[in-house]
């Protein structure tokens, strides 16, 4: 035994005990998990072609996103098991982040509430291309981008950065960056930092040269990927394959399917995390507010949820009208009905995307009900709407619906951040009792869908 | 007014309300004005049709506000890859063509019709226009601007539309 029982013990006290936790609790999922789609693909693509006609290609053809995929075809062609291990790690990594960010008391309870607002995230959705490819393109870029903004939180805080820590920053957003979306997700908080630092911080620009460092990075890599002669030549397939149309689509209509191919996967369907993330916006507000107006704005989201997530088809049942607000799913993926050419003049058709702009904005506001007046309340709303934009970005590549839901990861993670701090909230003015069932609440779930992963992987 | 940290301005909320509603229906409007637009193009720079591409303009409908008019443009021997088919209104005095927002849609029986081994599904299209963005009396031809897979054609196809 290398540990005594003291160790041990000391171990599960630790405020970092839930993260081994979740290690575990992934390693055990990703055993079960097999190389299959991309994954095969790429790997007898690059035993054929070898190592330089490989990037080659994909740099000429297909993808800019070359870091990434020279990482990829390192675990790909040494073993599937390096991936399993790593990408455990990563999630756990992923928690151990989110909890530097966004865990202000650095409580071991917070870290857990963290690790289960994890365990709900829906992790069958990073193995839509290959789990080795999924992952490394949206789970890796989301952990290191949050890494690396670690950095501009220290630096925001006036906490010393060690000599090492610049090393991995700059790995970090230098392997986020090569993912366009986390790379235009990047850009934003570095510059909003920058001026926040520089205005109202009043600090001298030597101090904040490194998140300078960050923007030309990703800056960098955000040309690098425009003027990559792949992404051009991938996009013109794209389109032949899946979204032949594409060409015809105004700026307006691109705009309208981002907005609507997105909340669609919140409010039209029976989503977890977003459900319960807005019962719990729904509870501090009501804890915190009595004007009735404000009130209704935080349970917008939550009962939209309810009737055309959870009850649509109870609803259905009783109001078979409301059959209408949604299509038959593009790709496997759920979206509402469109407005075109058809039906434009039909106001009704306009009803879904208006919900979901009401349902982002009541998301929004809420955000600022609960904390006001504060830099949190600018954080939080910021990062849901940088995430929101990384999937509008989305309508402006024809893959908007062929890439399935890993592209939500960005959104649905920012939904999540917000929830961590929404229940680290509650936590501190609730009574313990009431406390108690909205815990066991979240246990349950995360316990459910932990289980759905097991049983579905 | 000074407010303390974490305090909510009602002012602001209020604002914030008026704003996403402001821009909501900026949004609606845009998206109306979009798909009842008509865009006046010239003729000169597209090629004339030479017989590569097949057409059929199944239905023209002159409703009581709109015209409606449904068919299909497909150029022989190529997959349909890129859809880029416009449906157009040319005066017959003037030659100015409206190229009208159109809609494409999918036929399934144009790949068993020239049964060629090409993919043409893809061939349909439909546009909706309002009956005031037309002069009245005026004669029109209906005629597909066919800019698929970087093509660049107009098509006439002795149809007319006359109101």
Known sequence: MLFTKNKIKKI?????????VLIIAMLIIHVKTRAFNDDAFFITQYNQKGFVQYFQERYNIWTTRLIIEFIMMGILTTSFMIWRILDSLMIGLLAFVLSKMFNYEKSAINNWLIVLFMLMYNWIDMSSAGWVATT??????????LLSLIAVKKIVENKKIKWYEYIIYVLAGLYASNEEQMCIILIPICIVSIIYLLYFKKKNIKDICFIFIQ??????LLIFMLTGPGNKLRKEYEIGACFPNY??????????????????????????????????????????????????????????????????????????????LTNMPVNGMSDFVNITVYNFYDLRYYIPLVLSCITLGCILISI????????????????VILGFASRIALAFSPTLYVSNYRTFIFFEYSIIIVGICVLENLNSILEKSKMKIILNILILLAFLNYVNLVLTI | MNLKANEVD??????????????????CILIFIDNQSVKSISATNLQVNNGSVQYYIDDVNI?????????????????????KTYIGLKNVENNQILMLNTEMTKRDDLNSHFNDGHNYQNGGCFAKVLKYKLKQKEKYEVCIIYQSDENNILVDTDKFVEL
């Open chain 1, 12 to 20: 599960c006290k630790s405020s970092y005990f839930p993260f081994i």
């Open chain 1, 136 to 145: 490394l393109n949206y789970n890796w870029p989301l952990t290191f981008g």
């Open chain 1, 215 to 220: 923007v030309m990075i990703s800056s960098g």
């Open chain 1, 247 to 324: 060409l015809m689509q105004t700026f307006t209509d691109k705009i309208r399917l981002g907005i609507t191919a997105t909340m669609s996967k919140y409010i039209a369907t029976p989503n977890l995390v977003f459900g319960f993330i807005s019962f719990l916006i729904l509870i501090l507000v009501l804890k915190k507010h009595k004007n009735m107006l404000y009130r209704w704005i935080a349970s917008i989201p939550f009962l939209t949820v309810m009737i055309l997530g959870f009850g649509k088809d109870i609803i259905v049942n009783i109001f078979p009208g409301f059959a209408k």
């Open chain 1, 368 to 383: 600022y009900l609960i904390w006001g007046n504060s830099l949190k309340s600018f954080i939080l709303i910021f990062i």
């Open chain 2, 10 to 27: 009602k002012g602001l909320v209020n604002f914030c309300i008026f704003f996403i509603g402001v821009c909501i229906s900026i949004f």
């Open chain 2, 63 to 83: 409703g009581k506000h709109t015209i409606n008019i449904n068919g299909w443009a497909v150029k022989q021997g190529e997959d349909l890859k890129n859809v």
